[in-house]
């Protein structure tokens, strides 16, 4: 153990554990927890149960050398939160560009000042927030704090409440919108000065205000209503109160079913059958037509509900989603529903504007035909799209979460006086106007907010000179894409002096990527890269994949050839493409556009003339000045007037401005602005399996099963990470893209594993392995859980002993197929056709071969020699083991067939066999009854403890039973169930023999108590 000043490092089984102690409990932040080690974050940081402290464990060894261990948040020490960097005559940071943003450098146009777009932004008319034809009512419900299951979040309860606003004259059916906040404060102190100890986190504890974050959009809320939607903004405060300590992917499944189940609840309601809603919703709600808004970490929770909602018998029609603020923990993809994703410059929470990924790993992942655009918004902060998050509005837990960056609020960009900066009450009605304009375009067809949208860069006159950047994916057949430029393609060729590379993510990613990386956080941090900010559970999957180019001398660039029969543009509207300045550059960069026909006519602009994406974005030290790809849009019309023949465009060229210089480009395509329709495409869905197996005695490999839900035509891809886990047994880390070819439903992921034969501190620990940016196929369950336990002994730190966890037996094939298509005598349609298959997947059956077939034979009796040959080959089948070299019985042979078998059963103490006059018999061929089995069962999991008191469920079952302990634990621990009489008793049947099927069910129950 390394120890140092409030921390400490473990190491067991070839992984550290690196735990910090904390002086109080972190803030409330919808950013992920982390560990830094001498300023290199590590691993995925858990939060404690009392706050109190966060550990990760990470297979890299050198941690062993720390001499400093810190808490902070992904991307962000918390001796960085002080902002030095922003104070007069402070220190900039070391890592990442340097120089302080306390005041403005005149040699640096792009320091404290907005960039050129705003004069250039078209202003829309048509105002969004203007209020609807319909009065707004409410029906708010409330069912109370415990009121539901949470899913995937420690077997929490959550609370069931809502406000509903409604038009109250709207006739029918309305298209629902519902609202899900972020993660803030749940339960706040009145009286600071006079604690109130919150042991459970929630429901809060009696003195404490339950904060009622769900009321703070109250203004897109009325707008929607009043313009006849039916808007219901939800409550998710015991999410927000365990997530981070119990949620394996920091709450996200628990905040999408959260929605799926207030969902399911307003269907009741619309029939008239929710008890605790009002009458007044009943035939109000058409649920064929909903839209979700998330803020925060609720941003990750709708897009999660949207894919959690497709594998529902019978969906919800999500129509569109808007994350606003969001996180992105896990890298989703969403198909088939326009998204629009609304990021914050001056988000001092989620800082490094990881939101982004969901544009970046959905516009290219499906042949779907839906709008997807994202939205920076200059000037803007985390908490005020929300009134009761922000200061003056509401009387606790309030903040201006910039200060996390910036705590004397004197940056020039973004401190809270700063020129650029949106006013509470502005950034607030910026965002009723855009949540309210995107769901009246995309649910109700409003075809003039379709400008704020597109990439054409117009804002509402209603926003005054906010200043909006929004990059655009049209609707399917709406774009023509001409290089994605994601990666290298024969139709894109280098001319003159340059360089073209394509890459994805920053470096120093865990697991190495064979892309070259777009920037190196020595010279662009993850706070500054929101393209490329790695992601806390698919920190190696390749992100932001464009083409970095470089060019020595003017007029270098690339060439780029029309596809083959698709040089017809004339249908489109504009040519477009996304560009930023490279990594190195110091000042606004240029290209020229060159537009080439098969005559070879020409048509030429620079990004400068039409766009100011080539200039630096404001800010001169991390986290500002960020490297973001905004819109080059240019009207194909302007093209055909420079003579060039629309009909047949044969080459775009790109070339640098100047003597040298660099940009990153992205998606150059002709494209016509196009909503388009949502739920057009059957696609299957992707689950990542859990697997519980033993560690081993060397290295090995756990196999994990990743499952199509059925055949797809094209081939489905994702990128699979297993990214360690909470405890110190040795999983090591792996990661690498995986295909699903056309026809084929499973795939096993085999995790290496670090096997020893030494103890270990902790019976089992956890894996997580996450299937992220998946293409042409719907996320189902992104998060598998892969256990490894300790299968030498458990010894404690203070020397002792501990409980082992039960053996889950040999590894499963999670491919096998199932019992009905291997044996002719189990039906798919078998009670336990489950089982049977897990039986055979393991290898612990394989059946008897006969003429018509491979036979289970179900309802036959179990011998006591098959029972030794079940245990045996669930152990492992040990093969270095021998039999005795004298049977221990007299009716069992060394020549039998299941000798060693026996033999082994015999030595581990789980059957004694009976005494008789002649010797010791094992009685092989006799079936074996339920209550022998008991005992067998029990003595193999090392005759773990059994509470007598609680006795069993069993009336045929008496505590002066021979093996009524066994048969205890038989019951309490859930392996067996027991027969359900017509009296509604349940008897065990302790002198029935056990069929194999039954066997077949209490092994595999045995297997999953770990």
């Known amino acids: 153990m390394v120890t140092g000043d409030g921390w400490q490092i473990e190491q067991s089984s070839g992984l550290y554990e690196v735990t910090v102690e904390l002086d109080a409990p972190l803030e409330v932040r919808s950013a992920a927890p982390a560990v830094f080690v001498d300023g290199e974050e590590v691993g995925s940081a858990v939060e404690s149960e009392d706050g109190l402290s966060l550990s990760v464990v990470t297979a890299d060894p050198s941690v062993l050398d720390a001499s400093a261990v810190d808490a902070g948040w992904s991307g962000q020490p918390l001796a960085d939160t002080s902002s030095a960097q922003h104070q007069a005559g402070g220190q900039a940071r070391t890592s990442g560009p340097t120089g302080p943003d306390a005041a403005t450098d005149p040699t640096d146009p792009t320091d404290g000042a907005t960039t050129t777009a705003a004069a250039a932004q078209a202003v829309l008319d048509a105002d969004p927030t203007a209020p609807g034809e319909f009065t707004v009512a409410r029906a708010d419900y409330d069912l109370g704090d415990q009121a539901v299951d949470l899913q995937d979040i420690g077997g929490q309860k959550g609370e069931v409440r809502a406000a509903v606003y409604y038009p109250q004259q709207a006739a029918g059916e309305r298209p629902v919108v519902v609202f899900l906040h972020g993660r803030h404060t749940s339960c706040a102190n009145p009286t600071p000065s006079t604690p109130i100890p919150n042991p459970g986190r929630y429901p809060c504890a009696e003195g404490l205000v339950d904060i009622p974050s769900y009321l703070g959009y109250d203004a897109p809320a009325e707008t929607l209503a009043s313009n006849g939607y039916v808007v219901v903004s939800i409550s998710a405060n015991a999410v927000n109160s365990h997530d981070n300590q119990l949620a394996p992917d920091y709450g996200a499944t628990a905040r999408g079913g959260l929605v799926?189940?207030?969902?399911?609840?307003?269907?009741?309601?619309?029939?008239?059958?929710?008890?605790?809603?009002?009458?007044?919703?009943?035939?109000?709600?058409?649920?064929?037509?909903?839209?979700?808004?998330?803020?925060?970490?609720?941003?990750?929770?709708?897009?999660?509900?949207?894919?959690?909602?497709?594998?529902?018998?019978?969906?919800?029609?999500?129509?569109?989603?808007?994350?606003?603020?969001?996180?992105?923990?896990?890298?989703?993809?969403?198909?088939?529903?326009?998204?629009?994703?609304?990021?914050?410059?001056?988000?001092?929470?989620?800082?490094?504007?990881?939101?982004?990924?969901?544009?970046?790993?959905?516009?290219?992942?499906?042949?779907?035909?839906?709008?997807?655009?994202?939205?920076?918004?200059?000037?803007?902060?985390?908490?005020?799209?929300?009134t009761n998050w922000t200061p003056g509005l509401y009387p606790y837990a309030v903040s201006d979460d910039w200060a996390a960056q910036d705590r004397q609020q004197v940056n020039p960009v973004c401190g809270q006086n700063a020129e650029p900066r949106l006013t509470p009450a502005e950034q607030y009605n910026l965002g009723d106007a855009y949540v309210s304009a995107w769901f009246l375009l995309t649910m109700g067809a409003q075809d003039e907010f379709l400008p704020m949208f597109d990439g054409s860069g117009a804002v509402p006159a209603v926003v005054g000179d906010a200043e909006v950047h929004t990059v655009a994916a049209q609707a399917g057949a709406s774009q023509l894409d001409v290089a994605p430029l994601m990666t290298a393609s024969s139709r894109v060729t280098v001319q003159g002096a340059a360089t073209a590379t394509y890459c994805a993510s920053l470096d120093g990613r865990p697991f190495p990527q064979q892309i070259p990386a777009c920037a190196q956080q020595a010279n662009v941090t993850s706070s500054q890269a929101p393209h490329w900010t790695p992601m806390r559970f698919a920190p190696s999957a390749p992100a932001g994949q464009m083409l970095d180019l470089r060019w020595t001398a003017a007029d270098g660039g690339v060439r780029i050839a029309m596809p083959s029969g698709q040089r017809d543009v004339s249908g489109f509207e504009n040519l477009s493409f996304r560009t930023a300045p490279g990594q190195l550059t110091s000042g606004a960069q240029d290209m020229t556009v060159t537009v080439l026909d098969g005559a070879g006519r020409t048509a030429s602009f620079t990004v400068s003339q039409v766009s100011p994406a080539l200039t630096p974005l404001p800010g001169t030290a991390t986290p500002l000045r960020k490297t973001y790809l905004r819109t080059v849009s240019y009207p194909v019309a302007e093209i055909a007037a420079a003579g060039v023949d629309l009909t047949d465009v044969r080459q775009i060229r790109l070339g640098g401005v100047g003597d040298a210089g660099a940009a990153y480009v992205s998606d150059v395509a002709f494209s016509t602005p196009d909503v388009g329709t949502a739920g057009t495409l059957a696609l299957p869905s992707l689950t990542v399996g859990d697997a519980y197996v033993n560690e081993g005695a060397g290295p090995g490999e756990a196999l994990v099963g990743l499952t199509l839900s059925e055949p797809s035509s094209v081939p489905v891809t994702t990128y699979v990470e297993a990214i360690g886990g909470s405890g110190t047994v040795g999983a090591q880390r792996l990661a690498s893209s995986v295909t699903f070819e056309p026809g084929q439903t499973c795939l096993a992921f085999a995790v290496p594993l670090e096997g020893d034969r030494r103890p270990s501190a902790v019976p089992t620990t956890s894996i997580a392995v996450t299937a992220a940016t998946v293409t042409n196929a719907v996320t189902a369950d992104a998060f598998g859980l892969l256990t490894v336990r300790e299968d030498d002994a458990v010894v404690l730190a203070d020397g002792t002993v501990g409980q082992m966890a039960p053996d889950p037996g040999p590894q499963t094939d999670p491919c096998a197929p199932r019992a009905d298509v291997v044996f002719t005598d189990v039906a798919s349609t078998n009670q336990f056709v489950e089982e049977i298959s897990w039986l055979l997947a393991t290898g612990i059956t394989t059946g008897w071969d006969t003429p018509s077939g491979k036979e289970f034979r179900p309802l036959t009796p179990v011998a006591r020699d098959a029972m030794a040959a079940f245990l045996f080959r669930y152990s492992g089948a040990p093969a270095d083991y021998v039999g005795l070299e004298t049977s221990p019985f007299i009716d069992v042979p060394t020549t039998n067939q299941f000798y060693r078998e026996i033999s082994w059963l015999y030595e581990q103490g789980i059957s004694k066999g009976w005494e008789t006059p002649a010797g010791l018999e094992f009685r092989p061929l006799a079936s074996i009854n339920r209550d022998a089995m008991a005992a067998f069962l029990y003595r193999f999991a090392k005759e773990p403890e059994v509470d007598a008191s609680a006795g069993t469920m069993f009336t045929d079952v008496a505590p002066t039973d021979q093996f009524f302990t066994e048969i205890s634990w038989l019951a309490q621990s859930g392996i067996s169930t027991g027969y359900e009489q017509p009296d509604g008793s349940v008897t065990f049947g302790p002198l029935v023999s056990v069929k194999r099927d039954a066997m077949a069910a209490f092994l595999y129950r045995y297997s999953q108590l770990g």
């Open 260 to 386: 799926l189940s207030h969902l399911e609840l307003l269907a009741q309601a619309n029939a008239g059958q929710a008890e605790g809603l009002s009458r007044e919703l009943q035939g109000r709600l058409d649920l064929d037509h909903v839209g979700l808004m998330g803020h925060s970490r609720g941003g990750d929770g709708v897009v999660r509900a949207a894919l959690m909602n497709e594998a529902l018998p019978q969906p919800f029609g999500i129509e569109s989603v808007l994350p606003l603020a969001p996180v992105d923990f896990g890298r989703l993809s969403l198909p088939d529903v326009p998204t629009y994703t609304l990021l914050p410059y001056c988000d001092g929470d989620v800082v490094n504007l990881q939101g982004q990924h969901f544009y970046e790993d959905s516009r290219q992942a499906f042949d779907d035909g839906v709008l997807r655009a994202t939205g920076l918004v200059m000037g803007a902060n985390h908490n005020f799209f929300n």
